[in-house]
């Protein structure tokens, strides 16, 4: 059993996480589910929510579990909070896209290296980049043929979806997929890959440094949600038979 002191340090050690998300936040809702399962031995604390929509279905989550909730100021809505402001009043120290739409100021990206991490619902660097986000992407994917798509957890840098890959998870794409099955599908595997990845760059087990042009992942936990087959053959086999359509 570890001591109050100890837990007191393990506590100050954890990140603390600003979410920000522009949609419904069931990937916020996965990160929370799954720092719960973690419990004390998570990476993080989610310590605010900020939305540059007031309706984003992400702040009611956050409202509900009493995490803080922020309106930011946009171009197009220009009353509400200052990103910098909302994360320092929180002493942020990890930001985590869940679905943002946004570009973050390259101030903050400039504040932050190396500490903001972003999901993009497909194998990037294919189909990312402006404009590709949501339903743009799935349609994208099937338009072009492609057989796989999948998950990509990654840095976030001053490019959208440009930042280094940190995870990938392929997901198979099927004959007869229109862009709202592909989506459920892509969508059920990013709330198994993201928590891990958040919760891996949190505790600092994944760190990224670009010191003097010379970048460098470090990854010292590679979990088996971050290879490309599944842990048991029989659960392989089964997605393959899927794909073959037996
Ligand atoms: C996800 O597909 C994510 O990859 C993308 O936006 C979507 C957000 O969904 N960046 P949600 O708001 O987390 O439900």
């Known amino acids: 059993?570890?001591?109050?002191?100890?837990a007191n340090t393990i506590r100050a050690m954890r990140s603390r996480i600003a979410v920000l998300a522009s949609g419904g936040g069931s990937n916020l809702q996965a990160l929370l589910d799954h720092f719960d399962r973690l419990g004390d031995s998570r990476g993080g604390d989610v310590v605010v929510v900020a939305?540059?929509?007031?309706?984003?279905?992400a702040l009611e989550r956050a409202?509900?579990?009493?995490?803080p909730v922020s309106l930011?100021?946009?171009?197009?809505?220009?009353?509400?909070?200052?990103l910098g402001e909302v994360l320092e009043r929180h002493e942020a120290d990890l930001i985590v896209l869940a679905g943002y739409l946004r570009l973050v100021p390259p101030e903050v990206i400039r504040a932050?290296?190396?500490?903001?991490?972003?999901?993009?619902p497909a194998l990037l660097p294919a189909f990312g980049g402006p404009g590709m986000y949501g339903q743009h992407v799935h349609r994208a994917v099937i338009a072009s043929?492609?057989?796989?798509?999948g998950v990509t957890a990654h840095f976030v840098d001053d490019v959208y979806d440009r930042g280094r890959i940190i995870a990938q998870w392929p997901v198979p794409v099927f004959a007869g997929d229109d862009e709202h099955s592909l989506a459920a599908r892509v969508l059920r595997v990013e709330h198994l890959v993201y928590p891990r990845v958040v919760d891996a760059v949190a505790a600092g087990r994944t760190t990224f440094h670009n010191c003097a042009g010379a970048a460098e992942l470090s990854v010292s936990?590679?979990?088996p949600a971050f290879t490309l087959l599944p842990h048991e053959d029989s659960r392989l086999a089964e997605n393959i038979d899927l794909a073959l359509g037996c």
């Open 51 to 57: 939305s540059d929509r007031k309706a984003a279905g």
């Open 112 to 120: 932050f290296e190396g500490r903001v991490i972003n999901v993009h």
């Open 145 to 149: 043929g492609a057989r796989v798509s």
């Open 72 to 82: 930011l100021a946009t171009t197009q809505r220009p009353v509400g909070d200052a």
């Open 1 to 6: 059993m570890i001591g109050r002191a100890e």
């Open 221 to 223: 936990d590679v979990r």
């Open 63 to 67: 409202t509900q579990r009493g995490i």
